[in-house]
């Protein structure tokens, strides 16, 4: 580029990023934003649902650090994807379903503009079912069906108050998952064996399929469904299966290829399952959110993105990826990284808002909707956010 025209293109540009601030991508999209899912998504339950005195990671320093300045309930150092698909929307950050204040009344709480069920830990199959195969949830027993009653009950009181309700959930986004990712992660550190894990892949996505179907009837019209990240760059992975095989490593970013051939195998079962719920119900839309590759381009180049490490977590307990399972982010033997956005893990199973924004990024503006996600409310024409990155 010619350097007067590169000025000039510049100064355009920075402009168009001061105007760009204010206005968000998506603005008169959709009405509200509705999510179930686990801690990828959530953005307080957990931490309000836990009895006092019982404080968990997300509820401690340096949790939120980056955006909140204080902990939040968010598994991360600030907003997570969800705060950036509310952002891009026009419409505030979701709202946990689960109050601060025990019991409050949830009938006079206003989540008209977008309500959370996700909670952290949580699993697409319930916890009873995990139990028979001797795997057990350390931090909670919500699973995506109880996430689906909670709805159905806040649903119900919302439509006695609201006449247009069915109105309301037909513009409205509904985000299913990612849920189901927690089963593996509870597994193979529990030392279920391999054939017990993967014949669990059917199952989940026999679970995410039956919500999806039950929100649809309820009236849902755009729903999209994440699929599981490539876990075999997480530190908590990298760290529990280390070993000296260098064939068990991609070379070309030291992730474990067979974690992320089975991330793969879920997310392909997922996408075939979704095509076979299009043709059920051809007057939704269902889209799928690669998170996988969204997230893989980040540890293909990472420099490209601002990142300069992939693979250590910004805030763990130390070891070759900076995680320890008996020294985990927030407790008293952990330190944590001081700049987190030169990080693509935070905790070394949990993402730091900066991988999470070019995961959101790549949501609207790159290729990992199917259908694409902009294409689908045609007010989402205008270019993400720049002034974000
Ligand atoms: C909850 O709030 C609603 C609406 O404000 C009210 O009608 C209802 O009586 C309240 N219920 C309780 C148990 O306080
Ligand atoms: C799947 O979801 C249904 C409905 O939410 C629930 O009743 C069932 O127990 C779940 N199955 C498993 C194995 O968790
Ligand atoms: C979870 O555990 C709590 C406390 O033990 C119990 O009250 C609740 O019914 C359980 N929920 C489910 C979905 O199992
Ligand atoms: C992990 O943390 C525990 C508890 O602080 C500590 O005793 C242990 O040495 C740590 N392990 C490594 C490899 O750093």
Redesign the pocket.
Known sequence: MAPLFSTIASAILCLALLIGHKKAYGDGCYRSVISFGDSLADTGNLLHMRPPGTPIQSGRWPYGKTFFHHPTGRFSDGRLIIDFIAQSLGLPFLEPFIDQVKNANTSSRDFSKGVNFAVGGATAL???FLEKYGIFNPLT???LS?QLDWFKEYFAIFCQANSDCKTFLQTSLIIVGEIGGNEYNYAFVQGANREVIESFVIAIIGNISFTIQELIKLGARTVMVPGNLPIGCLPYYLSYYENSEEKEYDPKTGCLNWLNRFSEYHNELLQKELNRLRGLYPHATITYGDYYNAAMRLYLSPIKYGFTSVLRACCGGGGPYNFNASAWCSYLSSTDCDDPSKYVSWDGIHFTEAAYRWIAQGLFEGPYTNPPIRTVCSSISRTYELSEY
């Open positions: 319930d916890v009873s027993n919500i699973s109880t």
